[in-house]
């Protein structure tokens, strides 16, 4: 089978290949998958320049978002049978087969296309630690989100409108302000610049703040959170990890929380069950729109995620073996 192979750390994700690969034979706990569809994350590109907090041995097959068929499994396995759709992760994912515990499989809903259910795992289990688990928002809450047509930011915009917040979202650009307005966002703002607006829009300021930008983002959110705020920390795709002084959240009354969705389902696995089991049932019922913005062959890989590192994707951009 083929798949996009990594065997050197570099700043040019062009130096990823398409190969010949074999995979091990099959543990009996394990289930061969046919992968129809890869999202594509930014922790992919990380880990090919080696800037990821986890570094896999080289050679390695990026890519931790997948679904597909199941076409074989393994003799201890009772749970699935051969064509099954399931949603997988793990390493490897963009290849035309990969192998994965069982146990970490989900079926895929009834009416859920491939590449939706490739992509939606990642942005909205964050999405659901950072506003149900971390914020515990609640309905009527204004929730500012920046970056909103990320994947991440896109997901929390959705999922915010679900549980009954009011959403702004800022973005870079007219066009993806244009889209987030016609997601269903109730406003819409520059990516900067966005301090006395939001004050104005909430009188005083918003409830939870999302932010998986850092830098001068979070620095100017900071003065325009409410008493009693939370300021989410999700990334820093600005490259710039933001400091704060400890006596401003102090005075303003204003809370910092860190997120992680996947260390938070180690820590507390039962809820870590019930998130996935939860933003599933979501999508199930149709309740959130996971948007994927473009389809890319295998073959052209590093095209895909040259479109997420130029940031030109509004929602997930996916590949499809």
């Given at each position: 089978?083929?798949?996009?192979?990594?065997?050197?750390?570099?700043?040019?994700?062009?130096?990823?290949?398409?190969?010949?690969?074999?995979?091990?034979?099959?543990?009996?706990?394990?289930?061969?998958?046919?992968?129809?569809?890869?999202?594509?994350?930014?922790?992919?590109?990380?880990?090919?320049?080696?800037?990821?907090?986890?570094?896999?041995?080289?050679?390695?097959?990026?890519?931790?978002?997948?679904?597909?068929?199941?076409?074989?499994?393994?003799?201890?396995?009772?749970?699935?049978?051969?064509?099954?759709?399931?949603?997988?992760?793990?390493?490897?994912?963009?290849?035309?087969?990969?192998?994965?515990?069982a146990r970490s499989?989900?079926?895929?809903p009834e009416g859920?296309?491939?590449?939706?259910?490739?992509?939606?795992?990642?942005?909205?289990?964050?999405?659901?630690?950072?506003?149900?688990?971390?914020?515990?928002?609640?309905?009527?809450?204004?929730?500012?989100?920046?970056?909103?047509?990320?994947?991440?930011?896109?997901?929390?915009?959705?999922?915010?409108?679900?549980?009954?917040?009011?959403?702004?979202?800022?973005?870079?650009?007219?066009?993806?302000?244009?889209?987030?307005?016609?997601?269903?966002?109730?406003?819409?703002?520059?990516?900067?610049?966005?301090?006395?607006?939001?004050?104005?829009?909430?009188?005083?300021?918003?409830?939870?703040?999302?932010?998986?930008?850092?830098?001068?983002?979070?620095?100017?959110?900071?003065?325009?959170?409410?008493?009693?705020?939370?300021?989410?920390?999700?990334?820093?795709?600005?490259?710039?990890?933001?400091?704060?002084?400890?006596?401003?959240?102090?005075?303003?009354?204003?809370?910092?929380?860190?997120?992680?969705?996947?260390?938070?389902?180690?820590?507390?696995?039962?809820?870590?069950?019930?998130?996935?089991?939860?933003?599933?049932?979501?999508?199930?019922?149709?309740?959130?729109?996971?948007?994927?913005?473009?389809?890319?062959?295998?073959?052209?890989?590093?095209?895909a995620m040259r479109?997420?590192?130029?940031?030109?994707?509004?929602?997930?951009?996916?590949?499809?073996?």
């Amino acid at each position: 089978m083929k798949a996009i192979v990594c065997r050197e750390i570099s700043e040019d994700i062009a130096t990823l290949r398409l190969e010949e690969v074999s995979l091990p034979p099959l543990k009996p706990h394990e289930v061969r998958l046919r992968v129809r569809a890869a999202a594509v994350n930014f922790p992919d590109i990380l880990m090919v320049q080696g800037k990821y907090q986890h570094k896999p041995e080289l050679p390695f097959t990026p890519g931790t978002e997948a679904s597909g068929v199941v076409t074989d499994v393994g003799a201890e396995v009772a749970t699935l049978r051969v064509g099954d759709r399931v949603i997988a992760g793990g390493m490897g994912c963009f290849a035309e087969e990969m192998q994965v515990s069982a146990r970490s499989l989900r079926v895929i809903p009834e009416g859920v296309d491939d590449a939706e259910a490739a992509s939606f795992t990642v942005a909205y289990l964050t999405a659901w630690v950072a506003l149900v688990r971390r914020a515990a928002i609640v309905p009527g809450e204004w929730l500012l989100v920046h970056g909103a047509a990320g994947g991440v930011g896109l997901a929390a915009v959705d999922l915010g409108k679900v549980l009954g917040a009011r959403v702004m979202a800022t973005a870079s650009s007219e066009e993806k302000r244009v889209f987030l307005k016609s997601y269903g966002a109730d406003q819409v703002l520059p990516s900067h610049g966005f301090r006395e607006e939001v004050k104005a829009i909430t009188g005083g300021g918003a409830n939870v703040v999302y932010d998986p930008v850092g830098g001068d983002v979070f620095d100017e959110s900071t003065r325009c959170v409410a008493f009693d705020g939370r300021i989410l920390i999700i990334g820093f795709t600005s490259g710039r990890i933001p400091s704060i002084g400890v006596n401003i959240p102090l005075i303003k009354g204003f809370s910092v929380m860190g997120v992680r969705a996947g260390e938070y389902g180690r820590h507390f696995p039962e809820r870590g069950r019930e998130n996935l089991a939860e933003i599933t049932r979501l999508l199930a019922e149709r309740k959130i729109q996971p948007h994927v913005h473009a389809r890319f062959p295998l073959e052209k890989a590093v095209d895909a995620m040259r479109m997420l590192a130029d940031r030109k994707v509004i929602g997930k951009v996916v590949i499809e073996p």
